[in-house]
């Protein structure tokens, strides 16, 4: 996919000043946070469960080629093929060549984040092979042309008036005149549309949540249904994931599953856990002919080793965005990348590099809400941080920022004349405040005082207040 | 090179690790055939009466509807009352499943019941699920001629019933009844664990029940 997170201001802007999208960007706080809270304290082993979970993606992301192996050869056994792909290019070749071997024409998709990371049906389309994504959320943006804005609620950015009209829109073969005001009509008209589509489909594509080494199983989660129909009804199977889905056994598959559906959308177990082993057996009734699995890795073994490791246990959950105060106020579009939010301004510049993603990194202020809730664990905070060093050593940090920061550090590691530049410039700001004690321009900080006022300090410099009162302590005997 | 190689060569230069280390392999050797089962909460660790409580407790948050029978010989009267109930026709899907085969359907005369996996036609499919987990509220049900997966996904209202001795108090003792019963290492081409009617939260994140799936899931316990 082209990133545009390059653009990640003008988006911003664009987003706050987008009425549509701020009223449904208020669902995001209402619908996840409260829901997984309730989830959280209604389990009391929930913190244990994160420590098990993180360690279990520790422990196999350190053992992973083994975990490859074995999970390999367990799809084998059970009569699936097993595809590695190092790039998204090499892996829609594969699932094309997956597709001209069926002479497939159509093909059902669950919702899947890995074919938008490789740009999958783009390229069918290219390819005269028609994708039909089944997920509610992701066929109301396939409608729309657009892409995902969350990685579990494709559609958290639109209103159900936006809806209706895609639907009124696109469904041309529907009466004019039915009545569409409800979101229960509209979930009934989609649920009819695709239904038809299972059937006509000749290949389902699925990613996975999980892939289980002791059995060679993909997992996958959901609500509505939709991937199990994409992946029963269709004559083949085709699972795109990353190397990173892999654990150990299938109780390693339920410690996370308990962490996963609490974290994602406040549910104990979300309503479709499906685990998939291979094609359908000599007297299975349903089940699809063959089975096909494409191991992707596209920049995952470079994170294995540095300080990004920690990354390759999410599993995306979502409860990083749903919990990130600059999510909240520009929704997912605005990042311009595959992934949003924190997660994805970690990832994003890992996969694509930080030339193209420089801006992710940066579109955070560091409030830790996302590595609280994070189930995995993960040091979001410390990573964009990581992010910004290496954006600062390759001088990619624009000039204001770059001397600014090199004559802080300076002073900051002169103390002499810092304490000098700081009691003269105390003063200044103080008289700068005037009566308000505050500031609506700054020099230099236009964008800081455009939205905000800047507290002017008051009285003196830290260092003198602690002279002073060590100085009035050892005259009452009170101090150290 | 291929791809494959490619791949795992560069997983091992990243981790510093060579492909003939014995320790390493063993410890995936240990896990793998030791499988840990890690945190279980507290929640499903109760004995039989209140862990069977708490199955239909949790099903019934969810929105599963849940009728208990003493025996499978009740089940056909079950699916017939469910049926009267909600204005169904006198219709159902089943698979070649022993057990619900062997209920007195008779009984039920103006009961039709048709056999094997469904064509998408099937207002109602009764299935006989293999464990169910008290601690959510789950349904196990495993793919195969007995209980085919359609049976699960297209049918507008899915009637599954679980013996109250297959209840497991949590999730990892629920894969750990799959796993015997299929034999270490192997697994049906499908496992569905099932918590609940199908539903969408995809327009302005408001919760509607039948999205792809049954629009109702009823189960009846038996024993």
Known sequence: ?480 | MSAREAILSRIRTSLAVRPDDDERMSHVETRLRETPSGVIPARGQLEAGARVAIFRAMAEKVQTSVVHVETIDDVPAAVAAYLREKNLPAKIRIGADADLAGAPWQQEATLEIRKGASQGDDLVAVSHAMGAVAETGTLVLASGPDNPTTLNFLPEHHIVVIETSKIDGDLETALKRVRRHYGKGNMPRAVNMVTGPSRSGDIEQTILLGAHGPRALHVVMVG
């Open chain 1, 1 to 480: 996919m082209q990133l545009t997170s390059n653009e990640f201001k003008r988006n911003a802007t664009n987003a706050l000043s987008d009425s549509q999208l701020q009223k449904a960007l208020r669902n995001v706080e209402s619908g996840f946070i409260g829901k997984r809270q309730s989830a959280v304290e209604a389990l009391p082993e929930f913190d244990a469960l994160r420590d098990s979970a993180r360690a279990i993606k520790n422990h196999t992301l350190e053992h992973l080629d083994l975990y490859i192996e074995a999970y390999e050869k367990k799809v084998r056994e059970a009569g699936g093929h097993v595809h590695f792909a190092e790039t998204a290019d090499d892996a829609c070749q594969i699932i094309l060549d997956i597709c001209r071997q069926h002479s497939a024409r159509t093909v059902t998709k669950g919702k899947s984040m890995i074919t938008e990371e490789i740009g999958l049906n783009e390229f069918l389309e290219k390819n005269a092979i028609e994708p039909v994504e089944t997920d509610l959320g992701e066929y109301i943006i396939q409608l729309r042309k657009e892409r995902p804005s969350h990685i579990i609620a494709p559609a958290v950015h639109l209103n159900k008036e936006q809806v209706e009209s895609d639907f009124r829109r696109t469904h041309t073969h529907l009466d004019a005149e039915r009545n569409l005001a409800e979101p229960v009509s509209l979930l009934s008209e989609a649920r009819e549309v695709l239904r038809k589509r299972y059937f006509e489909a000749d290949i389902g594509i699925t990613g996975a949540n999980f892939l289980v080494a002791e059995t060679g199983s993909s997992v996958i989660v959901t609500n509505e249904g939709n991937g199990d129909l994409t992946q029963t009804l269709g004559k083949v199977h085709v699972v795109v994931a990353s190397i990173e889905k892999l654990v150990p056994t299938l109780e390693d598959t339920a410690q996370i599953l308990r962490v996963l559906g609490r974290s994602a959308t406040g549910q104990d177990m979300t309503v479709y856990t499906t685990f998939s082993t291979g094609p359908k057996r000599p007297d299975d009734p349903d089940g699809p002919d063959a089975y096909h699995v494409i191991l992707l890795d596209n920049g995952r073994t470079a994170m294995l080793g540095t300080e990004y490791q920690d990354m390759l246990r999410c599993i995306r959950c979502g409860a990083c965005m749903n919990h990130c105060p600059v999510y909240h106020s520009v929704g997912g579009h605005a990042y311009g990348s595959v992934y949003p939010g924190p997660m994805g301004a970690v990832l994003t510049p890992s996969l694509s590099g930080i030339e193209q993603s420089g801006h992710l990194p940066n579109a955070s202020t560091f409030c830790g809400r996302c590595e609280s809730v994070c189930p995995m664990r993960i040091p979001l905070p410390k990573m964009m941080r990581h992010w910004r060093e290496r954006e600062f050593e390759r001088h990619l940090t624009p000039n204001t920022a770059r001397y600014g920061l090199a004559l802080w550090a300076f002073l900051a590691s002169h103390p002499k004349l810092y304490r000098a530049a700081v009691s003269l410039a105390m003063p200044l700001l103080a008289w700068l405040g005037g009566t308000k004690h505050s500031m609506d321009h700054l020099p230099l900080a236009g964008g800081w005082t455009k939205y905000r006022t800047m507290p002017a300090p008051q009285g003196r410099t830290f260092v003198q207040a602690w002279a002073r009162q060590n100085r009035a302590g050892q005259k009452t005997g009170t101090g150290r």
